[in-house]
């Protein structure tokens, strides 16, 4: 029967807890993750293995027949998605986070299997179904290895002992077989090379590692999609009253209010003469401080969703001072962070776009909406759903599928390279520090830069001799990357 996030919480790791035991299916998923594994680790994450290794591990849960929710199979569906830029992208800035998401999504198929949604996955949850998790991967090897030990014990007596009496006759013949071998091959050199192998330790050792770590890691996710779910936390009653919590946000709106006039008087006359007296031009004033504002609202919004989550609102008069002050909280966080995205526009425009200035804008924009989702759920929307955790997770993935198909390292190259910020100089170290990705771009505007640029990231590309260049480590079909063979092409089109 299958189970669902209501029941009480399951004992981690007991026998007792498995509702579906390992069959045919699951050893089969197994084994296929486990080369997939060992052909990704061995060939490169970033290249077709990876983008395969990803693509097994969701047909193998899909398959499976243990996904009996709605949430697990989306979830599971949605990390294909990720996991094919694996063959595309080769940006260390990008790389990461699609296998990080695959990795995610994956896994919350495999808790969601037989019970919850995502649109009640409250973060006492989350933690509650990680540790859950968690344990139940500890115990993935004795989840494989039960069907093997009792399709071992149903063999026969008979079988048993046509196995002896066949390991008997090997036994007898081996000498045999190695002395005539050993003639053969010494009068035959064409007979002998059937026979060389060449052995090299590290390497088995290598395949095996990778094998079993495939291997245990698709086990482990079986293991959780075969278990009864873990239930709610245990409720309790909210530590911190209504005005203890109240104080602590109307200090909050008042540092924040204060700070929003210390943004309007530095308009002014007097906010750039007091500005002068420091010894700072506004434009040096402006373009101060935005990791430290992008830190105030990240705290912020830990501590509004802490408070959210242990105030004891017991009456509606409490209930309502908590939310309207709250989402005045709320509303001043949001321009702490438009003026932190303000300041690290005024350093784009003076020196440019890097792959950091891009992420760290992108990720204020998104603080941003979760600010949004945050006013809505203290609102009232969603009322009695968890579906803060999950909008705010969908909401990083889109823009990190977005981000997939906008190749940032290009977008950068472009922006260095379009000399329209206020240092016309092109910074040309840093551009050929960028990702393979960028590449394409970069030869695509060679020809509208100045000379001396020009020369200097044709000196970069180009090898003084044949052959400079060290060679690539991963080769052969499943080390294949669109990324890389752009690049290729183009830095060949350059140099030709």
């Known amino acids: 029967m299958t189970q669902t996030a209501e029941q009480p919480l399951a004992v981690p790791g007991v026998v007792e807890t498995i509702v579906d035991p390992a069959d045919a299916r699951v050893l089969v998923g197994v084994t296929a993750a486990a080369v997939a594994t060992d052909l990704a680790l061995r060939s490169g994450a970033a290249g077709l293995a990876g983008a395969l290794l990803v693509a097994v591990a969701a047909a193998t849960l899909l398959a499976s027949g243990r996904l009996h929710t709605r949430s697990a199979r989306l979830a599971t569906i949605a990390a294909p998605l990720f996991g094919a830029w694996l063959a595309i992208r080769t940006s260390p800035w990008l790389v990461p986070l699609d296998a990080l998401a695959t990795a995610g999504l994956l896994a919350l198929g495999a808790s969601l299997a037989r019970g919850g949604s995502l649109a009640d996955l409250t973060i006492p949850r989350v933690a509650l179904r990680a540790i859950h998790a968690g344990v139940h991967a500890v115990a993935a090897p ?36 190695v002395l005539l071998g050993v003639l053969l091959a010494s009068a035959d050199a ?16 290598e395949h095996v590692a990778a094998l079993a770590a495939g291997a245990w890691g698709a086990a482990a996710l079986l293991r959780v999609t075969s278990v009864i779910p873990p239930g709610r936390p245990p409720a309790r009653r909210p530590p911190i009253g209504a005005v203890e919590a109240t104080v602590v946000l109307a200090g909050l709106c008042a540092l924040f209010a204060a700070f929003t006039a210390a943004q309007l008087v530095a308009l002014s006359e007097g906010g750039r003469h007091v500005l002068a007296t420091a010894g700072l031009t506004y434009a040096e004033y402006a373009r101060s401080g935005f990791f430290q504002l992008l830190a105030v609202a990240v705290i912020t919004l830990g501590v509004l969703l802490l408070l959210r989550a242990t105030t004891n609102l017991t009456s509606p008069g409490q209930r309502a001072t908590f939310t309207a002050v709250a989402e005045v909280a709320v509303a001043l966080t949001v321009v702490v962070v438009v003026v932190a995205v303000r300041r690290l526009n005024l350093y784009e425009d003076a020196f440019g776009l890097t792959m950091l200035r891009l992420y760290s804008e992108l990720f204020s924009y998104w603080i941003g909406v979760v600010f949004l989702f945050l006013g809505a759920g203290l609102a009232g929307v969603g009322r009695g759903r968890g579906w803060f955790v999950g909008a705010a997770a969908a909401t990083g993935l889109a823009l990190l599928l977005a981000l997939n198909v906008a190749n940032p390292e290009a977008v950068v190259a472009r922006d260095q390279l379009a000399g329209t910020r206020q240092v016309q ?25 100045d000379p001396v ?41 350059v140099c030709g």
Request: proline share 8%.
């Open 425 to 449: 100089q092109t910074d040309v170290g840093y551009v050929a520090r960028l990702s393979e990705d960028a590449i394409p771009t970069v030869a695509a505007r060679l020809p509208d830069l």
């Open 453 to 493: 640029a020009r020369a200097d990231l044709r000196a970069r590309f180009c090898p003084l001799e044949p052959n400079s260049f060290p060679p690539s480590r991963f080769t052969g079909w499943a080390a294949w990357n669109l990324g890389h063979e752009r690049a290729d092409r183009a830095v060949t089109h």
């Open 190 to 205: 064409v007979f002998a090379s059937f026979f060389r192998v060449d052995f090299q330790p590290v390497t088995l050792a």
């Open 142 to 177: 004795a989840f494989v290895a039960a069907p093997v030990r009792a399709a071992r014990e149903k063999v026969s007596d008979r079988r048993t002992n046509l196995a002896v009496r066949i390991g008997r006759g090997l036994l007898l013949a081996a000498p045999v077989l």
